[in-house]
């Protein structure tokens, strides 16, 4: 039964996992027909072109073994992907089984139906592994629908391997989650038990090239991980690696019950003391709450600055990579159709459009998600209907909720065109800066257009609006990525909005698409509110 | 006559399968404080919701001060200070963000009502919400709701949480509000609050509303539970006391009958005759008591009837 309940409050995060391990797999296998070639001296061409590609990007996935093979191929570009995927499910699903339910009060209405901590937890954790263990299969199943079985061979106990070092890792840092979860504040846990195993992932990933790090690799679960690579052919199956991952998985898992048990419900095992301050009876006299709009960006203050630095960050990160991809990449023939698919004018500029505004659209279309959750929320836990208490028209709180996002993606996009505009300069990369201010803010509408149609499905499904938009999103992108390298009809093509946007740094704002965003924006916000005013609030 | 600050006409909001509230009339006059009563699932919050514009009535209308509820939402809240029945969570923001984000959302908020009404009831502003206490969320939900020195409150259950200290200082707020000449309408399903401090009192049950009545009234409503004694040696007359009219639960264990009697007390004596009654008691009823009597729902709709 408890069982049964924690596969329940897990099941989007199973769905979802494993339909992304389904896809991604099989678009890897499937894809690798498309790229490598089929003779063996095109494989062989493409194995040294992608060897050398995959120099560039150790710092994230390994150098891959054999790629001129769908087994190496799939190994590196779907497994070494999969590690990151699966380390991020155990960490939302680990932070949620601690102190999400904890916060909702689910864990106290448990432990008073007579479930022991240990017995609450165990369920949890036996949840979260046969999730992991679909996860897993849908994963394998995907490489084996990609493969061209007639001409390659996988072996199902290599495959089975793969699945078990993906079993192994999970659990690793979903235990490794809960554990740090029992130590830490819950509003804390998330950015805490995050920051542990991105600091395991770096000494790892890092200590591929950095000498000072690579005496420390063994402290991280990712290391043991890499320690395989069983579906290149070749490649070895640590089994030592293996049980090193499930013991860390135990260990961590144990410790954490008995922290659970000793820790009060609410707290962190050891609870720092309130600090005193002078009690305080007046309003805050800070002048932004009194202003529309802007009480609303004060209000989400620290998500803003995290998503601007972020963002300006790896607009720098995504130009100091342009020049060190795009020239070892000039020298793969078979990679010419890609660049002929991607690039329009000069090539650096160009390459950097593409993959800098192609993921910063993925990034916006994320924040204004963000944005919608919180609509969402706000009007399940009762904030909209005291909102709706003051003087304040519904419409007039749709709007003010556009303006909100308008500003904060405005806000993001100008900051990051600048750290790319400044960097580029650095690195001698010609970009216009007037093609560089019109994608930037080509980004606002692109962001609003996420949010309206968001704001309208949140009107009907609340609960699934997030998911759905999250994986429309993410669809959407990668439908853009891979579908010019496909060669997909212009049909599918044209289903993405990530089309709408095009390549205004080559080409210029494309005015079509703009146009039709902004229709989709005015059609969706005058839907949501008229929506919102025929909606009972509350109900 | 004044225009009456609450006045609802045959408003129904039907969810379907008997769940809702179905034809309400109402009206409250300015500075009446109004009791709502009801169990849970009555339909209290549903009426609250329908006056506040929060959701549409199924049928008829409601009005604030004149004004429709829905077509001129605005303006009346613009009369109105609203506590909810569920304070909404506000995270991290600190109490006095969220005085000053619905202050500024409102405008015209005087700092030193908010210090007073904050002093009062010892609530610091400058902790965060998540470290607020069940009781230190309501509180800061009656200070929204008063710290504008609304014409009209309408407030749904609001000493849920409150310890009865701080429950004693919000009836003694509730009413400086009155004195000041706000209007009150106070859902509620604790009798002893609506004793305190309610001019009349609105029964609703399954959606529907049973009875309006003042104070006086309800004591009025003559729900006595009666114990009598017979001399040792005197007949019981049992059969004319279950016959006589208003009387009912009768219990008569050896020489001592217990009953109830609704309405005036002269067709028990009459039963009782002059058989020798040694002791005789009657149990003024509370307003707890008439509250069950409403609601017992194993009750006959004959006995919910109220005869006055």
Same mark, same amino acid.
């Given at each position: ?181 029992? /130590?830490? %504040? ?6 805490? +038990?995050?920051? #542990? !195993? =991105? $600091?395991?992932?770096? &000494?790892?990933? @890092? ?23 069983? /579906?290149? %052919? ?6 030592? +690696?293996?049980? #090193? !991952? =499930? $013991?860390?998985?135990? &260990?961590?898992? @144990? ?285 | ?308």
């Amino acid at each position: 039964m408890l069982f049964r309940f924690a596969l329940r409050q897990g099941r989007w995060g199973l769905a979802g996992f494993s339909l992304l391990a389904f896809l991604l797999a099989l678009l890897q296998s499937a894809g690798f027909y498309q790229v490598a070639g089929h003779t063996a001296a095109e494989r062989a061409a493409f194995g040294k072109s992608i060897a050398l590609l995959a120099a560039q990007f150790t710092v994230i996935v390994p150098a891959p073994l054999r790629p001129d093979t769908v087994g190496g191929y799939v190994q590196w570009r779907a497994y070494g992907f999969f590690a990151i995927v699966f380390a991020i499910w155990a960490l939302a699903s680990g932070v949620g089984a601690s102190r999400g339910d904890e916060e909702r009060g689910l864990v106290e209405a448990t432990l008073a139906a007579g479930v022991s901590r240990a017995d609450a937890l165990i369920a949890r954790f036996a949840a979260f592994t046969a999730s992991v263990i679909v996860a897993a299969a849908a994963g394998a199943a995907g490489v084996y629908a990609g493969t061209d079985r007639l001409h390659d061979w996988i072996d199902p106990g290599s495959v089975a391997a793969a699945s078990l070092l993906l079993l192994g890792l999970a659990l690793t840092c979903y235990a490794m989650t809960l554990l740090v979860c029992q /130590l830490t %504040p819950a509003r804390m846990a998330t950015a805490l +038990a995050g920051g #542990v !195993l =991105l $600091v395991l992932f770096l &000494v790892n990933s @890092l200590g591929r090239s950095l000498d000072l790090l690579r005496g420390w690799r063994w402290l991280s679960p990712f290391y043991y991980y890499d320690l395989s690579r069983p /579906l290149a %052919p070749g490649g070895a199956i640590d089994v030592r +690696a293996i049980e #090193v !991952l =499930l $013991v860390i998985a135990i &260990v961590a898992g @144990l410790a954490a019950a008995i922290a659970f048990s000793y820790r009060d419900l609410g707290s962190p095992l050891l609870a720092l003391r309130l600090r005193a301050h002078g009690v305080i009876r007046e309003p805050s006299r800070v002048v932004w709450w009194r202003i529309p709009v802007a009480r609303g960006l004060y209000d989400r203050r620290a998500g803003l600055i995290a998503w601007t630095v972020g963002m300006a960050a790896l607009a720098v990160v995504f130009v100091l990579l342009t020049k060190s991809i795009v020239q070892p990449m000039l020298g793969i023939s078979s990679l010419a159709p890609y660049f002929r698919a991607i690039i329009h004018g000069e090539i650096y500029p160009s390459f950097l459009g593409f993959i800098w505004f192609g993921f910063a659209e993925l990034l916006f279309a994320g924040y204004a998600i963000t944005h919608v959750a919180r609509w969402s929320a706000e009007d399940s836990d009762g904030r909209l209907e005291l909102t709706l208490g003051n003087p304040i028209s519904r419409t007039a709180v749709i709007i003010e909720r556009a303006l909100v996002l308008v500003a904060g993606l405005a806000f993001i996009a100008t900051v990051s065109a600048a750290a790319l505009g400044v960097e580029s300069q650095a690195q001698a990369i010609d970009v216009s800066t007037r093609k560089l201010v019109e994608a930037s803010l080509l980004l606002v509408p692109f962001g609003l257009f996420f949010a309206a149609i968001g704001a309208v499905m949140a009107a009907f499904i609340p609960r699934a609006t997030v998911g759905l938009m999250a994986g429309f999103a993410i669809a959407s992108y990668f439908v853009t990525q891979v579908g010019p390298i496909f060669k997909w009809p212009d049909l599918v093509l044209d289903v993405s909005p990530f089309k709408l946007f095009g390549q205004p740094l080559a080409s210029g704002v494309d005015g079509a698409g703009l146009a039709i965003m902004v229709i989709v924006i005015v059609v969706g916000l005058g839907a949501s509110a008229l929506l919102l005013r025929r909606r009972d609030i509350g109900a | 006559m004044a225009v009456p600050a609450i006045r609802t006409h045959r408003l129904t909001k039907d969810y379907g399968a008997g769940r809702g509230l179905f034809e309400l009339d109402l009206e409250i006059q300015p500075q009446e404080v109004f009791g709502y009563l009801g169990p849970n699932g009555a339909g209290k919050t549903t009426t609250i919701r329908c006056v506040m514009g929060m959701i549409r009535p199924t049928a008829g209308s409601a009005h604030v001060f004149g004004l429709d509820c829905l077509r001129d939402s605005v303006e009346v809240k613009r009369f109105v200070g609203y506590l909810p029945g569920d304070i909404p969570q506000f995270g991290g923001m600190r109490g006095q963000d969220v005085v000053a984000y619905f202050g500024g959302m409102r405008g015209g908020v005087d700092a030193k009502r908010v210090h007073d009404i904050a002093e009062r009831f010892d609530l610091d502003l400058g902790r965060r919400f998540r470290e607020y206490s069940s009781g230190n969320k309501q509180k800061l939900g009656i200070l929204l709701a008063f710290m504008h020195r609304p014409k009209l409150l309408i407030l749904d259950e609001p000493t849920g949480g409150l310890d009865p200290l701080n429950q004693q200082e919000f009836y003694r707020l509730l009413a400086e509000a009155r004195d000041e000449g706000a209007t009150v309408f106070l859902s509620s399903h604790i009798l002893s609050e609506v004793e305190h401090v309610c001019d009349r009192v609105g029964i609703v049950r399954s959606g529907r509303l049973v009875r309006v009545a003042n104070l006086e009234e309800l004591h009025r409503i003559r729900l006595h539970h009666v114990e009598i004694e017979f001399a040792d040696g005197a007949a019981v007359p049992e059969d004319a006391i279950r016959s006589a009219a208003g009387v009912d639960r009768v219990v008569v264990t050896d020489r001592v009958v217990k009953c109830v009697v609704h309405g005036s007390f002269d067709s028990l004596l009459k039963a009782l005759g002059t058989d020798a009654v040694e002791n005789l008691v009657s149990h003024e009823p509370s307003l707890e008591e008439i509250f069950l009597e409403y609601y017992r729902e194993e009750a006959s709709p004959d006995a919910l009837s109220i005869r006055p």
